[in-house]
């Protein structure tokens, strides 16, 4: 069991470091060998956070893959699904029946995912509601404080 | 004590058997059962006044209460070491777990806080052959098992290559005992067959490892970029299970099979990591007759699946 987890783990961690998807890093915490992973990703081209680079930080349970990592923004994001804390709202990290997270979702779809709910936000199922409001009723408001809060912390 | 003074005021009472008797009733009498002595007033003044003066080279970190805590001991090599104390009445502490190989001391009580730091300093002291031991293996090659290894742990099962790992036990005086490769590989068993009589004892245990496998720093690396390609798809033998992204692992015999029944979906898996992940959806609840059922991870298609293979 735990040695299904780490070769996985090894084989997804060499992966990313070897061919990563656009505007990902990823950085093993050296101490917690395959617990915690640090990310670092651009804002996705096109969005209001284009400009930014995004902290994340992973931690990958001792269950994993049979239970989703958590992730978490350590960059401030001004997003419908992200709050304060930076904790994410998505389906994907979430564990079935009410989420839809599977064993067969790598880390490197996970990280992409969050990527494209950055430049697509889903305020159906908000976590922030006077950001999916806006989002819905002022969507020009809404870019123009996002561009700001990502100038003032993640560039 | 009123308990104690009637018992004694009983003008029955006359004969030291019928005391006894009547003690032990009351002994064994709801009341007196369901008394916390924590919450009597008995304060062991030995104690505080120990932990008040206790030496500035050990640190004690308190849990819930004053009866459980934790001495922090640092070795000659700067390296932390957490013995966890429990206070059981006055003079009488225990060991309750220490991250450290199994001893005698672990068994022992102790009557002074001083007295336990004072035998498990002289411990640490004597390991540190096993600690630079362990610390070289973890810095040198991969560790797959323990998960999360402790100097309580003896051994490291490190990565050799994809399907091998080798166990390596590590006496308390720093030398490598019970040697010997979890999977099967003719190549690296020849080798370590031929070389072990070499064990050059002047070199420390993750030196001699490397001299016995021919392992150097880019062959390692070199075995990782081919296990890479053979996910990439360039060079695949037998498919990988679409869970673990393994063919074959030293701990688990099977090999990946397309268990979906949907046709269009022919993903590979181990029945070990299907059946985990079926079991887990249900949150751990184990299924009846070993069978669980659930939807397959790629195609969503329902599934089933048994516990072994058949």
Redesign the interface.
């Known amino acids: 069991m735990a040695s299904m987890r780490n070769a996985r783990l090894m084989r997804e961690i060499k992966n990313l470091e070897t061919t990563p998807p656009w505007g990902i890093t990823c950085n093993k915490d050296k101490e917690e060998s395959f617990n915690v992973l640090h990310i670092k990703m651009l804002g996705p081209r096109g969005s209001p956070y284009e400009r930014g680079m995004f902290d994340l930080i992973i931690n990958v349970p001792e269950r994993y893959p049979f239970e989703p990592p958590q992730v978490k923004f350590v960059t401030p994001v001004y997003h419908p699904n992200i709050d304060k804390g930076g904790r994410i709202c998505m389906n994907m990290l979430k564990m079935p029946p009410k989420g839809s997270w599977l064993p067969t979702i790598t880390i490197e779809t996970l990280i992409i995912s969050i990527q494209s709910l950055l430049a697509n936000p889903n305020p159906d199922d908000p976590l922030m509601m006077d950001l999916a409001m806006e989002y819905k009723n002022d969507t020009e408001k809404f870019m123009e404080n996002a561009r700001k809060h990502t100038d003032k912390y993640a560039v | 004590m009123n308990i104690m003074q009637d018992l004694f005021n009983k003008a029955e009472i006359n004969t030291m058997d019928k005391f006894l008797d009547h003690l032990h009733g009351i002994i064994f009498s709801k009341e007196i059962k369901n008394i916390d002595f924590a919450s009597l007033d008995i304060i062991d003044t030995d104690f505080i006044e120990e932990i008040k003066n206790i030496s500035e080279k050990v640190t004690l970190l308190f849990g819930r209460s004053l009866r459980e805590f934790k001495c922090i001991l640092t070795d000659e090599s700067q390296r932390s070491h957490e013995i966890f104390l429990k206070y059981n009445e006055p003079r009488r502490l225990s060991v309750s777990h220490v991250n450290l190989p199994h001893s005698q001391l672990q068994e022992c009580e102790y009557s002074t806080i001083e007295e336990a730091v004072l035998a498990f300093q002289q411990y640490i002291n004597s390991l540190n052959a096993y600690f630079h031991e362990l610390e070289r293996l973890e810095q040198k090659f991969?560790?797959?098992?323990?998960?999360k290894p402790t100097f309580k742990d003896d051994y490291r099962r490190i990565?050799i290559d994809?399907k091998t790992?080798l166990h390596v036990e590590v006496t308390v005086n720093g030398s490598a005992s019970n040697i010997h490769l979890v999977g099967q590989s003719e190549l690296w068993q020849d080798k370590l067959q031929a070389r072990l009589l070499t064990w050059d004892y002047d070199k420390n245990i993750a030196e001699n490892i490397v001299d016995i496998f021919d392992l150097t720093k880019t062959s390692l690396n070199e075995q990782?970029?081919m296990?890479?390609d053979t996910?990439?798809g360039k060079e695949v033998e037998a498919p990988t299970c679409?869970?673990?992204?393994?063919v074959e692992?030293?701990?688990?015999p099977g090999i990946p099979q397309p268990l979906c029944q949907n046709l269009n979906c022919g993903?590979f898996f181990h029945t070990s990591?299907l059946y985990?992940?079926l079991v887990?959806?249900e949150g751990g609840r184990l299924p009846a007759f070993g069978v669980a059922n659930g939807s397959c991870?790629?195609c969503l298609q329902p599934i089933t699946c048994s516990e072994k293979d058949n």
Do not use: G, K, R, Y
């Open positions: 991969t560790v797959m098992e323990p998960v990565l994809e790992w990782l970029h296990s890479i996910i990439n679409a869970i673990c992204f393994c692992l030293p701990d688990n993903v990591c985990q992940w887990a959806c991870p790629t």
